[in-house]
């Protein structure tokens, strides 16, 4: 069983990305379906789950920003991130839950930053 993750990306504080996770090699449906993300020096921490019967849980930090949805019980899952904070820099990994098992994504990166910006030139 692979769960494979896409979307993520870079954008600016405010902005809005879309990641989505399919699992492959697997007839089976995931009890619970989720997404974790990791920054350097810190834990592992949970984002946001779903359950089979489409029941949503959120960690506190991303209620009203981010928005979890499944397609049906066995996947993908996807997760909308609104009003993205440079905080939420991180690598997202999708998780899956069964009776008696877990499974990892390898992750994809979410980078919120302002970039470097440019040099403007004002002459009279």
């Known amino acids: 069983v692979q769960l494979v993750e896409s979307g993520g990306g870079s954008v600016q504080p405010g902005g809005s990305l879309w990641v989505s996770c399919v699992a492959s090699?697997?007839?089976?449906?995931?009890?619970?379906m989720g997404w974790y993300r990791r920054t350097p020096g810190k834990e592992r921490e949970l984002v946001a789950t779903?359950?089979?019967?489409?029941?949503?849980g959120y960690a506190d930090f991303v209620k009203g920003r981010f928005t979890i949805s499944r397609e049906d019980a066995k996947n993908p899952i996807h997760m909308l991130m609104k009003n993205l904070e440079t905080e939420d820099t991180a690598s997202y990994y999708c998780?899956?839950?069964?009776?008696?098992?877990?499974?990892w994504g390898k992750g994809t990166q979410i980078t919120v930053y302002w970039g470097q910006g440019t040099q403007g030139t004002v002459s009279s």
């Open positions: 998780n899956g839950f069964t009776s008696n098992s877990v499974y």
């Open positions: 090699g697997t007839t089976f449906s995931f009890t619970t």
């Open positions: 779903i359950d089979r019967d489409g029941r949503t």
